[in-house]
């Protein structure tokens, strides 16, 4: 008895962290701002693909969560690479001075190009990370002549890129979205962190939340901006410790995307991992979800 009251402690003292960053909309007044964008490329030939992939000049972005980096993604990224998938061409770095930079190399002639995103403020308000993300997208656009984008996002990184299609779908300055890989996104925050129902029950349940979140119920008035014609892999996780979720995000709070959006996708994907592997801060690193991941993106 005392052993489960103290993995309950230890569980709310994890919703008491996680929740903080889950404030969404964000008070902070003085997130930085961009105020300059710098590019430091390097001349390198581009990498030659298998043609068992599709191959475009369709650009892959990829970000992290609250208290993320660049090794949020490395591993997702080094994976497509090795597949022959995909070519890692950009890393943009938005720092805290308000400088963007975007570092790599890049040729008209480039196919698959993946960017990876990293904020100096990994603790930012979701607001600040969702205009710096934009700003990028905006840039490469402007910049990079990129037309087409897909996006990776682990934890509130996955929810900055549906906020932000939410929030922008319809700027003309920005490339079209075509496919999201969501894993292991908060979108619902932490409502059934505690569920103690069992797996098979919470899977058949309807996607649709029981109790909305402040953030929920504002992304539901933005649905209309949300762009057309896109598909959707949703990557979510129960380590099986009874209480229904990855050890952060639960599973009705990540599935919750699927009423979110529904209607607005032209496909939706589910894929759910159980056990170790499915821990939050492993699913971005699990050998499987990199093939998902790569088997519908490319």
């Known amino acids: ?29 003085h997130d930085t701002k961009i105020t300059k ?5 390097t001349p390198r030939s581009a990498r030659i693909l298998k043609n068992q992939y599709d191959q475009s000049k369709t650009a892959t972005v990829f970000l992290h969560g609250y208290n993320g980096g660049a090794y949020s ?31 790599g190399y890049w040729q008209k ?28 997208l905006v840039q490469l656009k402007a910049k ?15 929810n900055d890129i549906v906020n932000q299609a939410l929030k922008y779908g319809h700027d003309k300055r920005l490339p ?8 292991g996104g908060p979108f ?20 649709k939340p029981s109790r909305f979140t402040k953030h929920f119920s ?19 996780g129960d380590t099986n410790t009874g209480y229904n979720n990855d050890g952060f995000v639960g599973v009705a709070s990540a599935r919750s995307i699927r009423y979110l959006l529904r209607g607005k996708l032209t496909q939706y994907q589910e894929a759910f991992y159980s056990g170790e592997q499915a821990a939050h801060c492993a699913l971005n690193q699990n050998p499987s979800v990199a093939h998902k991941m790569i088997a519908f993106l490319w």
Request: charged share 15%.
């Open 1 to 29: 008895m005392m052993k489960r009251w103290r993995t309950v402690i230890q569980l709310l003292l994890i919703v008491f962290v996680i929740g903080a960053a889950v404030i969404l909309v964000g008070a902070r007044n």
């Open 37 to 41: 964008v710098t590019s430091q490329l």
């Open 73 to 103: 993604t490395n591993y997702l990224i080094r994976k497509a690479e090795k597949a022959g998938a995909a070519q890692k061409a950009l890393v943009v770095h938005v720092y805290k001075n308000g400088v963007m930079a975007f570092k």
């Open 109 to 136: 002639s480039i196919k698959n190009p993946m960017v990876q995103v990293v904020f100096q403020d990994n603790h930012a308000s979701q607001k600040a990370q969702i205009y710096w993300l934009h700003q990028v």
């Open 144 to 158: 990079y002549g990129v037309k087409a984008y897909n996006a990776v996002g682990h934890s509130l990184g996955a």
């Open 176 to 183: 079209t979205l075509n496919k999201i890989v969501t894993i």
């Open 188 to 207: 619902d925050g932490l409502t059934g962190f505690l569920s103690t129902q069992t797996e098979a029950t919470v899977r058949r349940l309807d996607v």
């Open 218 to 236: 504002e992304m539901l008035k933005y649905r209309h901006n949300f762009p057309d014609n896109v598909k959707l892999l949703n990557v979510y």
